[in-house]
């Protein structure tokens, strides 16, 4: 093509073999350098001009067809390196293939292990879950059961010892096997749950309410080791949880109990001991939490009980003391809470104390001031609730303290009227609970204010029936309890009024029976409470 569009294809061949043949003898002259040997294009051009020499034409020189030769070997060793080259690079590709598929298919098998592993973790997880929902649900069914096994046992302990407590009458060996039943199946609970506290604290509550039974069988030293065995199980319950107010709280009514028996017993150093223990928890509590208004309450209630134990180790400072601040903190939360009964019930238990404090510490004046006081309190109490028999024992007792008042003072009519009303009140309160020892006990009170009143009027046979009333409640009550210091001082008391009766009379016999009963009971009295 290059040549059929020249004219004179001669003078065109001899163009370019002037010009090759200038190429090549540079080429020749320098050395045959490889940067003048002919490249693709050239090369074939020159190759087509060799091929197309007119016939009449020179022939190329040697140095041009060298030069051709020497290009045409040039250009198939740099193709060859190529070709080599891209068959290498191919190899490469193919073996960065090779392993890039290895890899992937790798890859592929280890997602689709991994796809399998989830899978599998996914039913484990969900076979994990049925099973963790499946213990809850049985967790959660045994917990129920539980409540329900705690709850009705603590409903029939409680109800049991409060309804043996009101029959009364039941033999100590009878009273005994029915308690060990229902301790049997707390036991019971305890192995099935014996690190569970709630069981514990059941445990506890139970031998309180039972202690507190057989002190009302007139079995005070099975009580009183029920009581103990109650506060050590709240001393442990306590050490498991210290700064728990409820336990510490437990522990402090369990320790009062101790002192009640003691006090009952005689042993009012041992009666203070107690209380003063559990003044020490419940004041703890207070001061801890001081907005507490149950903490609050139940230092006063604790201050009650301390203050009796004072009086009765003849400490009539320390007892009003203790009663002037109970009356503090029961006004103060009275003025919070106006509505609430708990604080004045609590005034109208509080006051006799006051008022005894008082009169044994020679403050007459003071003492009816605070009887008069608590009678207020007690009246108004029962206009809203004439049931309310907490209240109706604190009514007796201002009515008896007040009662006293008039009959030192010589009015023998008020003193007649405030004894008559105190002793209806009793007398009702026995009839609703015959077996409760204390109401009794008040009874027996009552009925000797009685025969003073007929003693003083001048009727020592009217004075009489009251008294033989008294003796035969209390014989009854003391073959319960022999060692009832309360019952025993009563029972001094009414056989000596019998004497003194039976000596205005003129009944000598019948007046040295009254008093050598009278030293018996007080020698008994003596044993128990020497002071």
Same mark, same amino acid.
């Given at each position: ?30 050395? &045959?350098? @490889? ?17 197309? @020499? ?10 041009? $067809?060298?030069?051709? %030769? ?5 250009? &198939? ?36 292990? %991994? ?42 302990? $409680? ?41 514990? &604290? ?22 009183? @080791? ?130 005894? %404090? ?24 029962? @206009? ?129 029976? %009254? ?17």
């Amino acid at each position: 093509q290059f040549y059929a569009a020249d004219p004179w294809p001669r003078f065109a061949w001899m163009r370019q073999h002037a010009d090759l043949g200038e190429l090549a003898e540079e080429w020749a002259e320098t050395g &045959r350098r @490889r940067g003048l040997l002919l490249g693709a294009a050239r090369l074939g051009e020159a190759e087509q001009w060799v091929a197309a @020499r007119p016939a009449t034409a020179p022939p190329p020189t040697g140095n041009t $067809l060298a030069l051709i %030769a020497a290009s045409r070997a040039a250009v &198939r060793q740099w193709r060859n390196t190529l070709v080599g080259a891209l068959a290498l690079g191919l190899l490469v590709a193919l073996g960065l293939a090779a392993v890039a598929y290895l890899q992937r298919q790798e890859a592929l098998a280890q997602r689709q292990d %991994a796809i399998v592993q989830r899978t599998m973790a996914e039913r484990q997880t969900e076979i994990a879950r049925a099973r963790e929902r499946e213990a809850a649900d049985q967790r959660d069914a045994a917990e129920r059961n539980f409540r329900l096994a705690y709850d009705t046992l603590e409903a029939v302990v $409680l109800d049991l010892a409060v309804g043996l407590r009101q029959v009364g009458g039941v033999r100590l060996a009878a009273l005994g096997a029915m308690l060990s039943r229902v301790e049997g199946a707390v036991g019971g609970l305890t192995k099935a749950a014996p690190g569970d506290v709630r069981v514990q &604290r059941l445990r506890a509550m139970m031998l309180i309410e039972f202690g507190t039974t057989y002190l009302a069988a007139g079995d005070r030293a099975t009580a009183e @080791r029920a009581y103990r065995d109650a506060v050590e199980i709240m001393r442990a319950i306590v050490k498991l949880r210290p700064g728990d107010t409820e336990y510490e709280n437990d522990l402090a009514w369990a320790v009062s109990k101790i002192g009640d028996v003691r006090l009952r017993a005689g042993d009012a150093a041992g009666a203070l001991a107690a209380y003063g223990e559990q003044h020490a928890f419940l004041r703890a509590w207070a001061d801890r939490e001081p907005d507490s208004i149950r903490a609050r309450q139940n230092v006063a209630a604790a201050l009650m009980r301390l203050g009796d134990a004072r009086l009765a180790v003849r400490d009539v400072p320390g007892a009003s003391a203790a009663f002037d601040e109970a009356v503090l903190i029961l006004r103060d939360l009275a003025r919070r809470e106006p509505g609430n009964r708990v604080w004045q019930t609590g005034l109208a238990a509080l006051l006799s104390r006051v008022s005894r %404090a008082r009169r044994e510490g020679g403050d007459r004046p003071g003492a009816l001031a605070a009887a008069e006081e608590g009678l207020g309190v007690a009246r108004t109490l029962l @206009r809203e609730r004439p049931d309310d028999n907490a209240t109706r024992v604190a009514l007796a007792t201002y009515l008896t303290i007040t009662g006293d008042a008039a009959l030192a003072s010589g009015d023998r009519s008020g003193a007649t009227a405030a004894f008559d009303e105190a002793m209806e009140v009793r007398r009702d309160l026995v009839r609703r609970d015959p077996a409760n020892a204390e109401w009794q006990a008040d009874l027996a009170v009552s009925l000797i204010r009685a025969a003073e009143v007929k003693l003083q009027a001048g009727d020592p046979a009217g004075s009489l029936a009251p008294l033989v009333e008294c003796v035969a409640g209390l014989r009854a009550l003391v073959a319960r309890d022999a060692g009832d210091v309360r019952l025993l001082q009563l029972l001094v008391d009414a056989f000596n009024g019998i004497g003194f009766a039976k000596t205005r009379i003129g009944d000598v016999g019948g007046a040295s029976a %009254a008093f050598r009963d009278a030293l018996l009971a007080a020698r008994r009295l003596l044993d128990r409470d020497p002071d």
